[in-house]
């Protein structure tokens, strides 16, 4: 049967198994808003801001593991979502962006809501494609949904002229599609994984650091699996929390700039290194000539330009972290020798050291609402099972050093591009994709604001989100740094005539709550969490002056860490014995 | 160190600027491009040339290799290969510069490709060094323009990059 262009799309998404789409109409994606009025097997979710769709888009993804769909028109409705897809590809998320065009016979001409869609997010996507005949719309789908969901997952753009859409064709949909040019790597090399073996039974001070790649792969089992088998110290990055359980004792907590001092100590001693879908980015790796000085590493990554990009690999292996990882079990599985129990003793007792320093102790006798105290509550109140997403900022922090993950997808944050106003939209997504969980958006108050319009889209289609607003009536993460590296000079970094986030919260149809006092923190938050069909806004008052510790400042290693003033506040250097 | 680095991609819309634009947003340095489409239409061939360290090439063989349309990549400098650039230069030929240009024009084996009763056209081919050195020697001449095309090259033995 001949269909529209329009049509086409639709069906597409159907034949894709898609159920949401996230998107805001305009003149050029006309014909497939009309599409979409005439059926109902794909939701259109109608958002009140392109980059919420993104955001949105890239909060389902990351909860599900399936391919967020965003739908805009062309001109400023690409470039509104161009935030939303560059955050999505700097955390390599599954995501197809479909953007109207002008029609065919009118690009180059300046024509009315005109951008070169295709050019403005090159930079941003892992491939995109500008569909000039109907006849390739079905097999450039196809080929979208297959480069955004394999190897190193990211977003593919469509853009899509309106007369394509209006143009008729037969529509086919296949189920497989192969390309010449990509086809990526899923298996590691048989003799990497017996040398990386070999390496990691003779480590005396092991440290197994992994990251989100661990994350898309769904490779938690696998990894748990390894890190038991070994006895080995294991790290998550921040795009990696959940990965591998939080309360477990192998665990060391987050590395990086905001990571456990045990971590970053461990990470900075260690004789060996096993990093595992992880891309050894700056905040993680601190000043690159004092990181791991003593450190052989192998590197398991599904894209092979992440590996010695920053840092040299002894044993680098390509390929998807579940079934390296897998195959790491099986090759430690049919070899008789252990790791050196003496010397693992040994690390772990240095490690213990470590780690009795308590570095994220807080005061817990002010009488202000300490944000570390407001995240541990939450934990408690919800029993440690909710989705949390976040923003950016110092609340982005203390939610994913104190919020103890024990599983993956459940720890939403955009971690690469660092994306204010990420945390709303993507919290939408992820309440859609789990209806019946909890789902709480970590904040502040600067954030919030950048994506606040999307309470209305919460408020359409009634999405119980908990949104946890520490604010500390500054952007702390800003004010953080101007109070340790430019004398205390605030410029610009606090929140004057900031809204009455009750009454606002209330104005968009929602529960809005404020806090102000410890004692009250908790209450608040059980009742809160027990209105399961309503969104509520916790606008909780914070101490305006905490920092987030420990940290590692820039240009510093591993072992020039700040603690906190209770720990003394000086940056603790220690040369390995 | 200098690498000459073919490449095959798809001959579509946007793959020249891909290539480019990573150039240009990871600061890789490109000394010469050029491009054009081969004996199998859908596919274009380009050859870059370009600087860095061994870890510089490293990631940009890497960063080619992960774009979508590239079909395959060599790295020519790594074996035995020509390299091949073709050079159009416009002088002021009068007086004596005619025999003197001539002249210069044999010794490089070059040819007079276009004549006028003041100018000379030149066509050249061969390494950068030649076409530096045949610059070089046209010193008393007065060079009106120069159009060089950019390095293109190609494995020797049974080394190739096709599909
Ligand atoms: C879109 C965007 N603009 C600017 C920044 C830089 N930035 C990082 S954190 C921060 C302050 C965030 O303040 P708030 O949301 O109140 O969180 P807090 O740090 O106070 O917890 C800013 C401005 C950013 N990450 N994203």
Same mark, same amino acid.
């Given at each position: ?49 392109? +980059? ?67 050019? &403005? ?55 497989? *599609? ?178 009795? &320093?308590?570095?994220? @102790? ?5 009488? #202000? /609402? ?25 609340? +982005? ?36 994709? !789990? ?17 606040? +319009? ?7 289609? =009634? ?29 610009? @970094? ?15 149809? !929602?529960?809005?709550?404020? &806090? ?22 916790? =606008? ?17 290693? !591993? ?19 | ?20 634009? #990573? ?9 010469? #491009? ?13 050859? *870059? ?6 870890? /510089? ?24 290969? *020509? ?48 076409? =530096? ?15 060089? @095309? ?7 033995? =049974?080394?190739? #990059?096709?599909?």
């Amino acid at each position: 049967m001949e269909l529209t262009g329009a049509d086409i799309v639709v069906r597409c998404l159907r034949d894709e198994g898609i159920q949401y789409i996230f998107g805001y109409p305009g003149g050029a994606a006309l014909h497939i808003y009309d599409s979409l009025y005439k059926q109902d097997d794909v939701k259109h979710i109608l958002v009140r801001h392109e +980059q919420g769709a993104a955001h949105a888009a890239d909060g389902y993804a990351r909860a599900t593991g399936k391919p967020g769909v965003v739908l805009v028109t062309s001109g400023p409705g690409i470039t509104n979502a161009v935030t939303g897809i560059a955050t999505a590809y700097m955390d390599s998320t599954p995501m197809v962006v479909l953007s109207a065009q002008v029609p065919t016979h009118l690009i180059g001409d300046d024509a009315f809501q005109e951008v070169d869609a295709v050019g &403005i997010t090159r930079p941003c996507v892992k491939h995109n494609f500008l569909v000039k005949d109907v006849n390739d719309l079905v097999p450039t789908l196809k080929k979208a949904f297959y480069i955004a969901c394999s190897g190193r997952p990211g977003p593919v753009l469509v853009d899509i002229p309106k007369d394509v859409t209006a143009e008729k064709t037969e529509y086919i949909y296949p189920s497989s *599609i192969t390309m010449r040019s990509y086809a990526p790597v899923a298996k590691g090399h048989p003799k990497q994984i017996k040398r990386a073996v070999n390496l990691l039974l003779n480590a005396k001070r092991p440290i197994i650091y992994t990251g989100g790649g661990v994350v898309l792969a769904d490779a938690a089992d696998s990894l748990i699996k390894l890190v038991r088998q070994l006895g080995y110290p294991c790290t998550n990055t921040l795009m990696g929390l959940g990965s591998y359980p939080a309360e477990d004792p192998l665990f060391l907590g987050m590395l990086g700039m905001h990571g456990t001092y045990e971590a970053n100590m461990a990470m900075h001693d260690c004789d060996v290194m096993l990093a595992i879908g992880a891309r050894f980015d700056d905040r993680i790796t601190g000043d690159l000539a004092k990181f791991a000085p003593h450190a052989r590493i192998i590197h398991i990554d599904i894209d092979p330009s992440s590996i010695g990009k920053n840092v040299k690999v002894e044993i680098p292996i390509v390929g998807d972290a579940k079934l390296v990882v897998d195959d790491l079990n099986a090759e430690l599985n049919k070899r008789d020798a252990v790791p050196d129990p003496e010397a693992l003793k040994r690390w772990w007792k240095q490690i213990d050291e470590w780690r009795s &320093i308590n570095c994220l @102790s807080y005061d817990r006798n002010s009488d #202000l /609402i300490k944000p570390q105290f407001v995240i541990e509550q939450l934990y408690e109140a919800s029993g440690g099972n909710a989705l949390v997403t976040s923003d950016v900022g110092q609340h +982005q922090m203390w939610a994913a050093q104190f919020y103890g993950f024990n599983k993956t997808r459940r720890w939403i944050n955009s971690g690469g591009l660092g994306t204010m106003g990420f945390g709303l939209p993507a919290a939408m997504g992820v309440q859609l994709a !789990h209806p019946d969980e909890l789902v709480t958006c970590v904040t502040g108050e600067a954030s919030i604001t950048m994506c606040i +319009q999307e309470l209305s889209t919460c408020k359409q289609y =009634d999405l119980p989100i908990k949104i946890v607003n520490l604010n500390n009536r500054y952007m702390g993460m800003v004010r953080q740094w101007q109070e340790f590296f430019y004398d205390r000079r605030y410029s610009n @970094s606090y929140m004057d005539a900031l809204p009455d986030f009750v009454l606002l919260a209330e104005s968009f149809g !929602h529960v809005g709550m404020r &806090i102000e006092k410890p004692g009250d923190v908790r209450d608040a938050l059980n009742e809160a969490l027990s209105v399961k069909d309503r969104l509520v806004f916790m =606008d909780f008052v914070t101490d305006q002056t905490e920092n987030v510790y420990p940290m590692i400042a820039a240009g510093k290693g !591993h072992n020039e860490m700040h603690l906190s003033p209770g720990n003394g506040d000086t940056p603790q250097k220690r040369e390995l014995a | 160190m200098r690498h000459i680095i073919s490449i095959l991609l798809e001959n579509e819309a946007g793959a020249l600027s891909r290539v480019s634009g #990573l150039f240009s947003a990871r600061g890789y340095n490109i000394e010469s #491009l050029t491009v054009a489409p081969t004996n199998d239409p859908t596919l274009s061939r380009m050859t *870059i040339v370009t600087h860095g360290s061994d870890q /510089i090439i490293e990631q940009i063989v890497k960063q080619l290799n992960k774009l979508v349309d590239v079909v395959k990549l060599q790295d020519l400098t790594e074996g035995a290969h *020509i390299e091949r650039e073709l050079m159009l230069v416009k002088v002021r030929a009068v007086d004596t510069a005619r025999e003197e240009v001539k002249r210069l024009v044999d010794i490089f084996r070059g040819r007079i490709i276009d004549v006028t009763n003041a100018t000379y056209t030149l066509e050249l081919t061969g390494t950068v060094e030649k076409l =530096d050195a045949f610059v070089k020697a046209l010193e008393l001449t007065e060079i009106i323009e120069v159009a060089r @095309s950019g390095v293109t090259g190609i494995a020797r033995d =049974d080394r190739a #990059l096709n599909v």
